[in-house]
């Protein structure tokens, strides 16, 4: 069950509202938590705060421009959308995100961000490197995958994902290890997706679909084989990657809370079902929205299905202790006179 849906509109451009349906145990297991989560839906423009009483899941959605990237540290939380990183602060009495500070980015196609020691890092998807936000210029870079030659504008490998270890970024993904404009849209793209170990500067991991999500949990690698629709091990003391669960949408969005995962699912876009991924071989109908995985198992016990309003998945955070979050976007720019 779910209670209606609240939505605060920060755009002008209308979109639909969403619906969804609960599947499994995922109410019930979320009211345990003692937390929520938020969810960034990017192709529909939606941030989606959800809580649980018990049997009921309650769903909070903010419209931002092209939602991406979440992350959260302490009181600190950090969300990706079009050109600009926002920075919030969870106030101390409550479970309310202000508006704190705001880093303009530009058109740089910004996919995770991770707070580390050195600040706030994300991946600069456009210039093909990891970078930190700063507000004395629209990024710094600090890395760039080995087979990139030099700096350089326009996506080469997509590259989206990066996980942190001990504050530092350590893992990252990309579809391909090619170095030209657009070389990760070429017919191999599904089979061509790598993993990236930024602090020896190495790919170790190859023949991947299209990952995502790299993130460490007590002592393992975990990542999104994305395109077949898998959560996966990454050992890197052996480079092998291991099929953990099988799910029915493109995973892609990726949090841990005790012996569960959260991962996103997003559907397959009509204009690419002719030339899907694997996963939509796998199975007849792609669903979207986030899947309740127990790790100890390997299976799916819940679902939370976007039924309408919502296609696709980019990021999914769990906020603990934070049992019904609110948050209050950033005042939109006045046009100059």
């Known amino acids: 069950m779910s209670e209606t849906e609240e939505s605060v509109a920060i755009e002008t451009k209308p979109k639909p509202a969403l619906r969804c349906r609960e599947?499994?145990?995922?109410?019930?297991?979320?009211?345990?938590?003692?937390?929520?989560?938020?969810?960034?839906?990017?192709?529909?423009?939606?941030?989606?705060?959800?809580?649980?009483?018990?049997d009921r899941l309650r769903f909070r959605t903010l419209r931002f421009p092209r939602p991406m990237g979440l992350a959260l540290s302490g009181r600190r939380l950090?969300?990706?959308?079009?050109?600009?990183?926002?920075?919030?602060?969870?106030?101390?009495?409550?479970?309310v995100f202000l508006p704190h500070q705001e880093f303009v980015t530009g058109k740089l196609d910004t996919h995770d961000v991770a707070f580390g020691l050195r600040g706030l890092y994300f991946v600069n998807t456009r210039w093909n490197c990891l970078a930190r936000a700063t507000t004395r210029c629209r990024f710094v870079r600090t890395w760039q995958p080995p087979f990139?030659?030099?700096?350089?504008?326009?996506?080469?490998?997509?590259?989206?994902?990066?996980g942190m270890q001990d504050g530092r970024p350590a893992l990252a993904t990309a579809f391909c290890e090619t170095s030209h404009a657009g070389g990760w849209r070429e017919a191999n793209r599904f089979s061509s997706g790598v993993?990236?170990?930024?602090?020896?500067?190495?790919?170790?991991?190859r023949g991947l679909c299209m990952p995502h999500s790299p993130?460490?949990?007590?002592?393992?690698?975990?990542?999104?084989?994305?395109?077949?629709?898998?959560?996966?091990?990454?050992?890197?003391?052996?480079?092998?990657?291991?099929?953990v669960c099988a799910l029915s949408g493109f995973t892609r969005g990726l949090c841990f809370v005790?012996?569960?995962?959260?991962?996103?699912?997003?559907?397959?876009?009509?204009?690419?079902?002719?030339?899907?991924?694997p996963v939509h071989g796998r199975h007849s109908q792609t669903r979207a929205g986030v899947a309740l995985?127990?790790?100890?198992?390997?299976?799916?016990t819940g679902l939370l299905e976007f039924a309408h309003g919502g296609n696709e998945v980019y990021e999914v955070l769990f906020l603990p202790q934070v049992k019904r979050p609110e948050l209050i976007p950033f005042a939109e720019p006045r046009p100059s006179s």
């Open 23 to 54: 599947q499994g145990n995922f109410a019930e297991w979320l009211a345990r938590s003692g937390g929520s989560l938020a969810v960034t839906t990017y192709t529909s423009g939606k941030l989606v705060l959800v809580s649980s009483r018990g």
């Open 78 to 95: 950090a969300l990706a959308v079009q050109q600009r990183i926002l920075l919030f602060q969870r106030t101390e009495t409550d479970a």
């Open 148 to 162: 990139i030659a030099n700096m350089v504008r326009r996506d080469r490998c997509h590259l989206n994902g990066l």
């Open 195 to 205: 993993l990236i170990d930024v602090a020896h500067n190495k790919v170790v991991a």
């Open 215 to 243: 993130r460490r949990h007590r002592r393992r690698w975990w990542f999104c084989n994305s395109g077949h629709g898998t959560l996966e091990t990454f050992d890197p003391h052996t480079g092998r990657c291991e099929e």
């Open 258 to 277: 005790g012996n569960h995962a959260l991962v996103g699912l997003s559907k397959i876009r009509p204009e690419h079902i002719l030339d899907a991924p």
């Open 293 to 300: 995985v127990n790790l100890v198992t390997g299976s799916r």
